[in-house]
């Protein structure tokens, strides 16, 4: 009987320390002086976005082309505005994260074409794209 509470404990101890690792590796992933692309599909009458698409076909398409020079891919589905009243501004925002700016235009610059001519596929959106540096 002691051994099998010996055991559950030490699996349970096993799981909640590599929990925390994951935890801590997902978090750090994201450094300050890193690049972020962030696409945004904004709102407006007439407007559509396929998310089922863009998450399950587009964003896996666009992570494959890029390689290892993408860090980190996010997707935001938009839910609300700022007020109840408020229409969401943004029907979805996608990031992408690089180590450097010359990271994202060695790897966008030859798949454009075909990363470009994939969003009609779910949105008839011209997305407005920002690259930033992560400041904090």
Known sequence: MKTKIIILILG??????SWQR??????????????KVT????NGEGKTFDMDYYSTKHM???ASLLGDSLKRLEI????????PDEP??????????F???????????????????DIPNY???QPVVQISEVFQ
């Not at 349970?12 to 320390?17: D, K």
């Not at 935001?76 to 505005?81: C, L, R, V």
Request: aromatic share 8%.
């Open 99 to 117: 180590d450097k700016l010359l990271d994202y235009q060695n790897s966008f610059g030859p798949n454009a074409e075909k990363i470009v001519g």
């Open 22 to 35: 994951t935890t801590a590796t997902d978090i750090s992933t994201t450094k300050k002086g890193m690049i």
């Open 12 to 17: 349970a101890i096993v799981l909640l320390t």
């Open 76 to 83: 935001d589905k938009g839910i609300a505005g700022r007020t």
């Open 60 to 62: 896996p398409m666009v």
């Open 88 to 97: 969401i501004p943004y029907l979805a925002i996608g990031y992408l994260y």
């Open 39 to 42: 696409i945004l599909y904004p």
């Open 123 to 125: 949105t008839n959106i």
